[in-house]
């Protein structure tokens, strides 16, 4: 690859460093014959302007950034291949940030973005409460669009799924195949996503004259390693005959659970899960899902932030909602 | 957050901008007093430099990045978590990049990196063919440490895991448990990490005086979505009783090839493959996998990464193995 700089580049072309430099800026001042001399030597030459020095100049560092709280989740990592194939076809590079879930962490990575690191920013909130402040200053200076986990209360662009018809949709499914104490595992009950889901599962078991029993909702705990002890006690004492997981993670303890209690999958209990796990239809018994379109999710939430980059995207504060996908597997089979 | 630059910390110092900016790049002419007033105002009030005009004076940007073939990947989804323990302990920032084996993505990334984006690079080569001459530049301007996918060909501090040994074990496991035909489904061939893995295979047939059958060796077509029907007619043609996947992208299609053959594993067929799937003991049926130390993995390249930063390290051409371990589950279980 080599040393090559603007002095080499003019070197290569008999022509002054001013005037390279120049033509590689599009001044008005040089001829358009040149320019053209110029940029297809650079490209010969594979000529790299600095990144630092070129993005203090035009503010432009044709790259973005994807804040995620998991990139070890299928729903989020199939995001981002969408997100990917669009930055791709636009020549920009694509920077992923995990938060952990932490809103420490997602701060900290937006404090570092704003300061011209990239040209916008696509962010899935971390489940942490959120800093409702910081967005709103974000927002003033960087392009930002909001997928999957959003909030309310935080204005701006934002692509979401029909969270609310998904989880009545679910629970309506347990109820048709024989359910009578469905129990809900909650998560994400800061952000708008976790309380549509919620809405969902209440507003079902409600219009199924099912009772409301505050003790069949089990809120996910702060640590991770607590999540399987806190699912098996829950099956132990609520005596659930139907299970929804409002993200992946709670739905693997509850295999390990039902295992060890001695509970059959899907005789004793049904189970559904959000969201995209890869192996659904190999687990044992195989697992039904709500898919949400996760690929489609990236492409639109990188579609639109492009359209800002272009000025081509007026609507400041916009919600466009897509729809999820209920997979019916053995988990919720009826008939015993 | 607002707009805390210079200008703003020099007002509430009730300094001059220069006095700051000059305090703020350690300058001499500035007393210790002085400077440490500023810095304390600038914690204060969260003051970032721009990190692009920081980055032009210092040389640092406090970043390394992560480039991986897929982040869809047990494997290296834990071994970035790993790198990112490592680095957030000293406050550096981690950029995920990812190649989708693709050697021309991956050159495109580390020509961007080399311009001073990053102060260091982690990666784990693409499988597509390596471009060596690229890895001696980058290797000459910015530290790189290698993980798991490396080339013999490349020179350079590398961290695997000890590849020959474990698919040597895997086949011995398959032996002993009866296995007469063992079939191999490789992949990574243009890389090191993936000739070990063969040699490990082909010497433990040897050592159990079974006849060398090339067709029993499945490679890896180019487009993924050819995978399950290369696996499929791999299984009904070589009627393998025993398989061994070099990557855990292939096994879960021998589990779809098996039902729509029907063929029963373990009793018809034994399975063992790399190597984190994470819900490997919930699968049907649960399937005996190479676990390698994919979290220590990440922290052992990201320890080594800091002290090539810290003057603390002084090998440019080292290997580190670590040991993976084989899991047996119901997969390859015996007695039929």
Redesign the interface.
């Known amino acids: 690859?080599?040393e090559v700089n603007i002095k080499k580049l003019a070197y290569e072309l008999n022509l002054s460093a001013a005037t390279v430099s120049r033509a590689l800026r599009d001044s008005h001042e040089i001829s358009a014959e040149t320019k053209m001399r110029v940029l297809e030597m650079a490209k010969r030459l594979?000529y790299?302007?600095?990144?630092?020095?070129s993005?203090?100049r035009h503010q432009k560092s044709k790259t973005i950034a994807v804040i995620v709280p998991?990139?070890?989740n299928?729903f989020f990592?199939?995001a981002?291949?969408g997100i990917?194939e669009v930055a791709r076809e636009r020549d920009y590079?694509?920077?992923?940030?995990?938060t952990?879930e932490s809103s420490k962490i997602e701060t900290s990575?937006l404090?570092?973005l704003?300061?011209?690191?990239v040209d916008g920013i696509l962010i899935s909130l971390a489940s942490e409460a959120v800093d409702k402040?910081?967005f709103k200053?974000v927002s003033k200076k960087l392009p930002i669009v909001f997928f999957d986990r959003v909030h309310d209360d935080i204005e701006g662009v934002k692509i979401t799924t029909d969270d609310y018809d998904s989880t009545y949709n679910a629970v309506q499914h347990l109820v048709e195949n024989g359910c009578k104490r469905i129990g809900y595992l909650r998560a994400l009950d800061t952000l708008s996503t976790g309380k549509k889901r919620m809405q969902g599962y209440l507003d079902a078991l409600k219009d199924n004259n099912f009772p409301e029993e505050p003790a069949l909702v089990m809120i996910e705990g702060e640590k991770k390693d607590q999540r399987y002890s806190l699912i098996k006690s829950f099956i132990e004492e609520q005596k659930p005959d139907g299970i929804l997981s409002s993200i992946e993670e709670l739905a693997?303890p509850c295999?390990?659970a039902c295992k060890e209690v001695g509970l059959n999958i899907p005789k004793d209990l049904k189970l559904i899960s959000f969201s995209n796990l890869?192996?659904a239809?190999?687990?044992?018994?195989?697992l039904t899902t709500i898919n949400q379109p996760a690929f489609e999710i990236g492409v639109e939430a990188a579609g639109i932030l492009f359209k800002i980059f272009n000025k081509r995207w007026y609507e400041f504060n916009e919600t466009i909602v897509l729809k999820s996908n209920l997979i019916k597997r053995e988990s919720t089979r009826g008939n015993f």
Not at 281 to 286: A, D, G
């Open positions: 690859m080599g594979n790299e302007p600095n990144p630092f020095a993005s203090l998991e990139i070890a299928n990592s199939l981002i291949n990917e590079h694509v920077l992923i940030y995990q952990h990575f404090m570092r704003l300061s011209g690191r402040e910081n200053e693997m295999y390990y890869t192996h239809e190999l687990l044992n018994p195989s």
